[in-house]
């Protein structure tokens, strides 16, 4: 039963006179086209070759743009890493100024309570 299918759904070459047949049908004042060209001496493997050729393609396409957007996402991340440690070297800076402060302030209270007159 394939091989009937095949056959009968498979390419032929027209009947002679064909193109003569069907130009003579088309009305008056058409514009005649030139004979009908091949790609290749097998039109089937031509149109195979294309669809592979796209298809490939598309595949380095899709593949090249989720490696760009994987690169693109780590460099994101490494920056806002180094933001964020850079936050946190200020802030830390900061915090330690002000711990100094709080020292010394403290260091005064208790040398004044110190030097106060008894009572």
Do not use: C
Not at 57 to 77: D, F, H, K, M, T
Request: proline content about 4%.
């Amino acid at each position: 039963m394939d091989g009937e299918l095949r056959r009968a759904l498979g390419r032929k070459e027209p009947s002679g006179g064909f193109t003569d047949r069907v130009m003579a049908a088309l009305p008056a004042g058409a514009p005649a086209a030139s004979e009908p060209t091949q790609v290749s001496g097998r039109g089937g493997q031509s149109r195979y070759w294309t669809g592979l050729a796209l298809a490939a393609s598309l595949a380095i396409a899709i593949v090249g743009g989720r490696i760009w957007n994987e690169q693109r996402a780590i460099r994101q991340a490494e920056r806002t890493q180094r933001d964020v440690e850079v936050a946190l070297r200020l802030t830390s800076q900061k915090l330690n100024s002000i711990q100094a402060r709080l020292t010394a302030l403290s260091a005064r209270r208790i040398a004044s309570h110190e030097n106060a007159p008894q009572q």
